[in-house]
């Protein structure tokens, strides 16, 4: 089994096609073909359904490894030079879009000021976006929410945070203002809440359980910011955490209820279990754990853990 054949098949699941492979890596087709043949040979599995141009389940196995195996071989040259040299290469970080709005300003600025060789790619998604790119090497670590189960996946604590819930201006639950309420007032309304089984809703499902509470949704939505959203413009209630609500956005036409006796998010760096860290994902990892110590006891509603 060569780097080349493993290259190869990730082209081809990549473009689709052995000729759009063959193109993306420079080479022929034919060489590309050669390759996934030598490959299926040494492993006895057929890994490309030829006609639908798509790989099969083991040919998905295979792939998923070849990406950690590459992501492995980049944080090796990436070490090698920064053992000789200062720290140098790439990092691929995901991050929730809450905490990333308040937390990349002085992370990039940081990073750049202590580590001027590291370039930083970033991912603004979901957790349950980002944790597949994790596990599959795609991205070095992420910032998610927390608890996490996953073999593959560790995770250590950031910073917890309030959750609040934001009631458009006209709604019964904003008539008072600015106010803390108890979960038992949310009962009588619907409320853009996130999936069931996400972090967010099993913190929220469970305080409901322990108050006999049963809360009705009008949608449920995996995007905090998409929730806010949706409440800033009157659409309906959102429980969301209180970095959902933009510190530069002002105060505008809804008002911003503190759930008593809730508990806070919780908020983790992830990383795979298997491996090592490269150079400049650990140095980001260290500065990023700084700027978290730094910058949440500034911000109300989160303490850094």
Known sequence: MELKQLEALAAVAEHGRFSA???????????????????????????????????????????TRARRINTELAALRDDVTSMTSRVTGQVRLGIIGTTGRWLLPPLLDELSRAFPDVMATVIDSTTTALVPLLEHGDLDLTVINTPLQHDELFTSPLFNEQLVVIAPEGHPLSADGDRPI?????????LLLSPPGSNLRVLIDDKARQEEVQLRTVAELDGIRLAATLAFQGYAPAIVPVTAIPAWIGRGNWSVLSLQEMPPRHVGLAVRRRGMLSAPASATRDVLRRVVRDFAPTIDGLTAV
């Open 182 to 190: 108890h979960i038992k007032e949310l009962e009588e309304h619907e």
């Open 21 to 63: 492979a063959a193109r993306a890596l420079d080479t022929v087709q034919s060489n590309i073909s050669t390759h996934i043949a030598r490959l299926e040979d040494d492993l006895g599995a057929i890994l490309i359904d030829r006609s639908a141009g798509q790989l099969t389940p083991e040919g998905q196995v295979v792939l």
